[in-house]
């Protein structure tokens, strides 16, 4: 079993939906990371969150430690969305090491 | 510079051969980080640098691959007799250091072994 797992692996939606990516870990954490990555690999960060709730525009974060679990919301989905969506974890006491899920393929469609 | 540079962008080699991957981080970030993507997969950890020192190296997948940041900012990671399971996405980040902080990533080297 990966030490972080994230749901559904692809999504497709039609421009306006509301998404919703989760992401669940088995491991302690000092932070989880939301992350995006367009075709040709760059990943742009989105969100870092220890607790509770994080916005921006249109993307809104959550975080339940107790749970050890994590969403992402795009609200009034876009065409321009359409990327794969990575949730990461760190946990070192110095470090940012991140460990990996395998990412979210999310399409928007017009 | 602005971001997290890394070059070649694409690289071709021929199974046997040495390659080398370089990373130039953001200015000042004394944290950098080596992660591997392989098509289809979330990045996998291979080394970390804090400063010139390789703090974590265990995520090298075998003693071919090599990395260093021999003045604390440009890391270059070595890989000698490629094989075809190396090809890969070869991912740099950088922070500030510590724990908690913003990570910056490149935009990748993809390599592809033949």
């Known amino acids: 079993k990966n030490e972080v797992e994230q749901s559904p692996q692809n999504l497709t939606a039609q421009e306006g939906e509301f998404i919703t990516i989760n992401c669940s870990y088995s491991v302690g954490i000092s932070a989880l990371h939301w992350l995006q990555q367009h075709p040709g690999g760059g990943i742009v960060s989105l969100f870092m969150?220890?607790?509770g709730k994080k916005k921006h525009g249109r993307l809104i974060a959550t975080i339940n430690i107790q749970e050890k679990h994590s969403s992402l919301h795009i609200t009034a989905s876009h065409p321009r969305d359409s990327a794969v969506y990575i949730c990461?974890?760190?946990?070192?006491?110095?470090?940012?090491?991140?460990?990996f899920g395998t990412g979210t393929r999310l399409q928007v469609f017009p | 510079g602005a971001g997290v540079s890394q070059t070649p962008s694409n690289k071709v080699t021929e199974k046997g051969k040495y390659v080398e991957l370089r990373c130039d981080p953001i200015s000042g970030h004394t944290a950098l980080y080596w992660y591997r993507q392989s098509l289809g997969q979330g990045p996998e950890f291979l080394i970390y640098?804090?400063?010139?020192?390789?703090?974590?190296d265990s995520g090298l997948p075998n003693d071919r691959f090599f990395a260093v940041r021999p003045e604390g900012s440009v890391s270059t990671l070595k890989i000698q007799r490629t094989e075809r399971g190396d090809s890969a996405v070869y991912l740099c980040a950088s922070s500030s250091g510590g724990a908690g902080n913003t990570i910056y990533f490149g935009e990748g080297s993809w390599l592809t072994v033949v």
């Open positions: 990461a974890v760190s946990g070192g006491i110095n470090t940012d090491k991140l460990i």
């Open positions: 640098f804090q400063g010139t020192g390789a703090a974590d």
């Open positions: 969150l220890s607790s």
